[in-house]
């Protein structure tokens, strides 16, 4: 077959598409799609790069057809792509728009002739994550959009510019370091590897994971998508990159800042957009390609083991069937109890901190079983003033088993009266009861000498506090329980033997 002459070779830089526009200029065809249809190639197949129009073209041209296909992004159907073994959608790819480092096409025109000859469109630039020069550290600049077909020429019709005013451009342009992402995607499709959880996934995933968690990080969850320009989008490559590097340790560290923040904001509960924004509404809509890559399992337990989650839920695309986290809100609902009592409960319990119980019900979050646990002591609680009657002791003897711990208040009251206003979990008292009959047997015949509590507690000028921790400790030996009765007040205590123990 006729070759061409004379030769242009292929550079190893830049796309079938650029060199095709260079072999067209070279050999004075009018437009790029002239110049494949004289060589008996179809436009639209070159462009989607197909491989016996590209082998083709390499061997009218004299070119080894290798380094050509390595820079093809051949399509697969349904605006999807794979380059160099890579699958992505042809949103990640620029083809309708020019951009380009003003130091690279300066570079280029140095080497002298017709710049329509020269100038080469990289292939990092028609990757839309690249927004820096890799070799210059310039913002690529963004000029003129239009239709595929006039877009061969990119180059020369939107770049008029030559020499000395090409460099202005650069030295008036943003100065800045590629994005970690950025450079992740040049070296991925070089061969490299980086960060293990990135490579695990397809360039897509990794790519919008990385950017979806950064633009919430970056601008905060209520951010409006179609605010963000491309420096947004690069800020936001940057800002998830930090998390991502990390995998899911990065991750999980991200999901915990953001709800904190919410937290703080006084917003969280059950609505998930308040805490984790745009990322979440990604998750949750997925369009023609429902994979998002493990983030969205990352996420999902993350906010079951976190949040407020109910049984049942579809919780991005799966149903929720054990709950770990109750905000008191939703516990104070499903226990039928009024959610300021329930809080004060959690507060004395530790399971919330005191310095939050003033923030909203809704957000104060406890974990699922001693959430449970709590709500079950409230509603079983009675008040101070029965407990004389279900302990079958005196007021200063339940007080006193107040003070030892064997009754611990459900909440703590202010000012006079406390205890008459605290509420006790009628189960713990039927423990104390329990316990204090398996530790003092009844007795068939009680010794006529032996006394009770509050005789005990006057002839031996022995506190009752005190006297109860001896018969809690096990130190007495000589006492015992009046057959057929129950109580603290059934007990008969030998006087010698507490002078005894304690002397």
Known sequence: MPQLFPHLPFQPDETPASWAARLSVLHGCSTLRTFLSDQSIASPDFLHGRRSVIDRLCEVAGQDAAPVWHNTAVSVGNQNFTLRSEPFPASMMVREETRFCPLCLHQDDLLGGDPGICRRDRLAWSLRVVTTCPE????????????????????????????????ALAENGMRREPSPLQ???????????GPQWLDGQTLEQA??????????????????????DRDGWDLAGRMGWRWVAAGEHGLHAAFAE?????????????????????????????????DHGPIKQLLRNYIVQNMDVCVGRDLLGERIERRRKYSVQSLALQSGLHPQTLGKVLVERRLIGAENADKPA??????????????????????????PALLGATRPIASCLIDLGVLTPLTRSQGENTRDKCGFDALEVEQALEQIHVMVPEMSDVPAEWVSLNQCSKRARIPMRDLLQMILSGKLRQIGRAQGELGFNSLRISIENIRLVAS
């Open 136 to 167: 210059h550290g310039i913002a690529l600049i963004y000029r003129g959009r239009d239709h595929r077909d006039k877009m061969q020429r990119k180059l020369i019709e939107h770049v008029p510019e030559r020499g000395a005013t090409l460099v």
């Open 183 to 193: 450079t992740y995607v040049l070296g991925r499709l070089e061969g490299r590897s």
């Open 207 to 228: 790519v919008r994971t990385t950017q979806m968690l950064g633009v919430v990080m970056a601008f905060g969850t209520t951010i409006n998508l179609g605010s963000v």
């Open 258 to 290: 953001l709800q904190a923040a919410a937290f703080e904001r006084g917003q969280g509960g059950q609505n998930y957009f308040t805490v984790l924004g745009q990322l979440y509404r990604w998750l949750l809509e997925p369009g023609n390609r429902p």
């Open 362 to 387: 809704s957000i104060l979050l406890v974990d699922a079983e001693e959430g449970r646990q709590a709500a079950a002591s409230l509603s079983r609680s009675v008040p101070f003033v029965q407990l």
